[in-house]
């Protein structure tokens, strides 16, 4: 039988309601980049322990050099490495391979897949090509946590 489980909380103030090593998988889509850089490794580390030994993070968010990223760089947003404050207050971070790996290898998970994901968009109507810039990754948290 399966079961899916979601939860919706402030990650970087609140507890998770789950017991430890309770998930299968977890997927992060989209949702690390908004987090403060200054909490990210916390929110990870909450995460993994939610995690069953040998369980997944399956990860989707924004990599390096996005047109996004260069776009924010231009307007001097920026307030940590890679991290952009954006105009409706939120946090916009850009992942390199290397930065989030040890983000995760902290928190006790080793990458099984971490790549770049570049996706060219046309936008005929208005004559734009926008460049988008990706990281997708697996990571698996380790047998012995």
């Known amino acids: 039988m399966c079961r899916v489980t979601a939860e919706v909380c402030d990650i970087v103030r609140a507890s998770l309601s789950s017991e430890a090593s309770d998930f299968d998988f977890i997927s992060m889509i989209f949702f ?3 987090i403060p850089p200054a909490e990210m490794d916390s929110v990870v580390q909450k995460l ?3 995690l069953k030994p040998g369980g997944s993070i399956l990860f989707r ?3 390096r050099f996005d047109m996004a990223m260069l776009r924010n760089h231009r307007k001097g947003n920026k307030v940590a490495e890679d991290c ?3 105009a409706d207050g939120t946090f916009a971070t850009y992942f390199s391979i290397e930065a989030l790996t040890s983000i995760f290898s902290k928190a006790g998970c080793s990458a099984l897949e971490c790549k770049y994901c570049t996706v060219r968009l046309q936008n005929r109507k208005r004559g734009l090509t926008m460049y988008r810039v990706f990281i ?3 990571f698996v948290k380790e047998e012995s946590l």
């Open 61 to 63: 968010d924004y990599g």
């Open 32 to 34: 690390l980049s908004a």
């Open 48 to 50: 993994v322990a939610t």
């Open 136 to 138: 997708q990754a697996t």
């Open 84 to 86: 952009y404050l954006k």
